[in-house]
């Protein structure tokens, strides 16, 4: 157990729908990162929040938006979905920042778009 | 950042060292080198980092060569239980920079 946790485990949506994942990081983290995992395209990084502010960004389509809340909890917005969304979105958590920090994922949310 | 090489797929023997190579040849002097790994679907699990010196944990043991240009994880003493996809990550070190770039890995699979 990472002490990451992400809700929902799954999600079954349909096209043009909007959902929102949700991210606890451990205790005491203040960065949290989204990624996704799809068949085609591996893990991908999409956006890393510290403190509360946005800090980096990656692969994440103008349909998506994040935010980390006062608590450090996260969230993923994704709207206007299409079939290729389907993937596995994980969020991870590190302490601070810096290259001696690892990442600590959670188990991921598995989404389905129909 | 550096491009990482793995070899795609590797077999080892249940209870023997799984060895796993990685090349990073474009690696810079301020990039640590990461290990992770992904059990099926699971979140991807952090194993061990290190910058120049070979370093060891309680899960496995990082050597990296004195050029920096490549390293090696090894598994002391595999168990079916480290069946997974093996990520080698070169990230710098520099804060806003600690997004991990994932490639391909190599599925490492014990054999019983």
């Known amino acids: 157990d990472s002490g990451v946790t992400q809700t929902p485990k799954h999600l079954i949506t349909a096209t043009g729908q909007r959902v929102t994942l949700r991210c606890s990081p451990r205790?005491?983290?203040?960065?949290v990162y989204w990624y996704q995992q799809s068949l085609d395209q591996g893990l991908q990084f999409l956006i890393q929040?510290?403190?509360?502010?946005?800090?980096a960004k990656g692969n994440i389509l103008e349909r998506f938006s994040a935010q980390q809340f006062p608590d450090l909890h996260s969230e993923l917005n994704l709207s206007s979905l299409e079939l290729g969304d389907s993937a596995l979105y994980f969020c991870?958590?590190?302490?601070?920042?810096?290259?001696?920090?690892?990442?600590?994922f959670g188990p991921g949310t598995r989404l389905t778009v129909l | 950042d550096a491009k990482t090489t793995q070899p795609p797929s590797m077999d080892c023997a249940e209870g023997r060292a799984a060895n796993l190579p990685c090349n990073h040849s474009?690696?810079?002097?301020?990039?640590?080198v990461y290990w992770y790994r992904q059990i099926h679907s699971q979140g991807p699990q952090y194993i061990i980092h290190?910058?120049?010196n070979n370093e060891t944990n309680e899960m496995a043991s990082l050597i990296i060569t004195e050029d920096r240009k490549s390293s090696t994880l090894i598994l002391p003493h595999a168990t079916l239980r480290d069946t997974a996809v093996y990520y080698c990550?070169?990230?710098?070190?520099?804060?806003?920079?600690?997004?991990?770039?994932f490639g391909t890995g190599t599925r490492l699979t014990i054999i019983p």
């Open positions: 290190g910058l120049k």
């Open positions: 205790s005491g983290d203040l960065s």
């Open positions: 990550i070169v990230r710098p070190s520099n804060f806003g920079n600690e997004k991990l770039t």
């Open positions: 474009t690696i810079s002097g301020n990039e640590y």
């Open positions: 929040y510290y403190n509360g502010e946005e800090r």
């Open positions: 991870a958590s590190s302490a601070v920042g810096g290259g001696r920090n690892e990442q600590f």
